[in-house]
């Protein structure tokens, strides 16, 4: 089976760091993706990993562990627009993605 | 960047009725393009999937002949929700790959929400 976990909601503080984790059992592994969605709208691309390790893109990075089947999306310099739902995907080898369910953070001042 | 539209952007329709949503990608030739539903407050449940000039594939539990997909061209799809009903209310969304993307991730579009009374 495919199966993706997200915590479903975070709370953090202007200003702050704030790590979203994401674990994953999917048929077939060919990248993972980080998406933000603010409600109503679509997602928007962040970050994708494919190999083990950390990537960084301003004040987002992201990371990968293929053995353990874990990534976390890290955020800095929180901003109050950084308030949304953050999606871990998972891509198989039939190009299809698994999106996991999401996790609602939510920057206070 | 890849752009993709999609129209219309909300809908209200009575039950029983059918509506079609577009999906389109402006700039690149979409190879592949998904549909997707969200309920509020839920993650993105894929659909189906469809390439240009073929069959789309359904996933599990979604009614193929209820949701009516057309890929007739590189830069066009489209969903009908046939004889809707208020369950069918929900957020819909395409996105679309091209073979020339950068990680060839998928580019969405702005979502139809459906609202059906």
């Known amino acids: 089976g495919q199966n993706i976990d997200q915590p479903t909601e975070m709370t953090a503080t202007e200003g702050a760091i704030v790590q979203i984790n994401c674990t994953y059992q999917t048929s077939g592994f060919n990248g993972l993706f980080w998406y933000q969605q603010h409600a109503g709208e679509a997602p928007t691309f962040l970050s994708y990993n494919v190999l083990d390790g950390l990537e960084e893109k301003g004040r987002f990075s992201s990371f990968l562990s293929r053995s353990k089947g874990y990534s976390y999306l890290l955020l800095k310099e929180l901003q109050m627009k950084d308030s949304a739902s953050y999606l871990c995907a998972v891509r198989n080898y039939g190009q299809n993605f698994v999106f996991g369910p999401g996790t609602r953070l939510s920057v206070l001042p | ?117």
């Not at chain 2, 004889?83 to 020339?100: K, L, M, N, Q, R």
Request: glycine share 6%; with cysteine; net charge neutral.
């Open chain 2, 1 to 117: 960047g890849a752009v993709v539209s999609q129209h219309p952007s909300r809908v209200i329709c009575k039950s029983g009725t059918s509506v079609k949503i577009e999906c389109r990608s402006l700039d690149f030739q979409a190879t592949t393009m998904f549909w997707y539903r969200q309920f509020p407050k839920q993650s993105l449940m894929l659909m189906a999937t469809s390439n240009e000039g073929s069959k789309a594939t359904y996933e599990q539990g979604v009614e193929k002949d209820k949701f009516l997909i057309n890929h007739a061209s590189l830069t066009l799809s489209t969903l009908t929700v046939t004889s809707a009903h208020p369950e069918d209310s929900s957020f819909y969304i395409c996105s679309a790959t091209s073979s020339g993307g950068t990680y060839n991730e998928q580019f969405f579009g702005p979502g139809t929400r459906l609202t059906v009374l």
